[in-house]
């Protein structure tokens, strides 16, 4: 199913900045980025009547339930869980999902999803705060505390506003490609591409040091995929030992350096699977794997397929050698 229609769906008592969050993905125009066209539907059970929202400011939409019944993405916003949820808006997921379409869920939006029954037998996750609460009052699911987002069987759920981000812009990737996922993410000036597996949160503390922020070092490493980087360069670069860069790397990224790597590796790889024709051994080398093989095994691992399958599956029509 296309990704031309996208439906956010509004129950009492939503939250304002993730529900900002959906529209500045998926409801501006950006067809001057080259970003295509989508049919952005904000929809609630009461159109043209004032809707509270959970910090107290009130909105009214144009679109009732029924006008997400022919949308390719149904959206659950973070909202008051303890709202009550009528049958006649839950249908609305429920309808979404028999006919193929996806649901995803910002945050607290994952117990829309679950009360819509779209949960059971699945892996999920939210907010790290409503983790145990989630998996209580709907056992039949597979909640992930840790994860920043899931995606299981068209149905996928996001930790907190920051994951939300994350989530649908991992869902255009895969609808639309990465190149226009990468032109979102640079207009709203975030990481175009988020490992869902990466951590929610760090338990470990944060240093009381007031070194500066590791964004250089990773701006760095992200330019430099191609050239081996163990920790004791990596540390040393930022002057550093390499037991305090590792805590520090975690405390700012939530995974290791040898995880956030991979991670980049495989994005610059797949994005030059979809946008080139590049030999696979080309690719492998300009994003840092060495060799075909070892790009193959990577890719098997993670993304699930070979890089030649992902590559007729999602390259773009328009794509030259390079």
Not at 24 to 53: A, H, N, W
Request: hydrophobic share 45%; aromatic share 6%.
């Amino acid at each position: 199913m296309a990704l031309s229609t996208v439906a956010l769906v509004l129950p009492e008592h939503p939250a304002m900045f993730e529900m900002g969050v959906v529209t500045e993905i998926f409801g501006i125009d950006r067809t001057d980025d080259g970003v295509p066209l989508i049919d952005f539907r904000v929809c609630s059970q009461r159109p043209g009547e004032p809707l509270t929202m959970r910090n107290g400011i009130t909105i009214t939409t144009s679109h009732g339930l029924a006008d997400a019944d022919d949308a390719d993405l149904v959206i659950a916003p973070a909202y008051d869980e303890s709202t009550l949820l009528t049958e006649e808006f839950l249908d609305v997921f429920r309808r979404a999902h028999a006919r193929g379409a996806w649901a995803l869920s910002v945050c607290s939006g994952a117990f829309i999803l679950g009360q819509a029954g779209l949960l059971d037998g699945r892996s999920c996750t939210t907010h790290w705060r409503h983790t145990a609460a989630l998996a209580a009052r709907f056992p039949l699911a597979t909640v992930d505390p840790d994860v920043l987002f899931v995606e299981d069987d068209r149905v996928i759920t996001s930790a907190g506003t920051a994951a939300g981000i994350d989530a649908c812009l991992h869902h255009v990737r895969c609808e639309l490609g990465a190149a226009v996922a990468n032109r979102i993410a640079r207009r709203m000036v975030v990481p175009p591409q988020r490992d869902g597996g990466q951590r929610q949160y760090i338990d470990l503390p944060v240093p009381d040091c007031q070194a500066d922020s590791l964004s250089p070092l990773l701006t760095w490493m992200r330019e430099n995929l191609a050239e081996e980087q163990p920790v004791r360069v990596l540390a040393k670069r930022v002057a550093m030992s390499e037991r305090t860069f590792a805590r520090r790397f975690a405390a700012e990224t939530g995974t290791t350096p040898g995880k956030w790597l991979l991670a980049q590796r495989l994005h610059h790889a797949r994005t030059l699977l979809e946008s080139s024709d590049l030999p696979v051994e080309t690719v492998a080398s300009r994003a840092g794997f060495g060799s075909a093989a070892l790009l193959r095994h990577h890719f098997g691992a993670h993304v699930g397929v070979a890089p030649a399958e992902y590559r007729r599956t999602f390259r773009t029509p328009d794509v030259r050698a390079g």
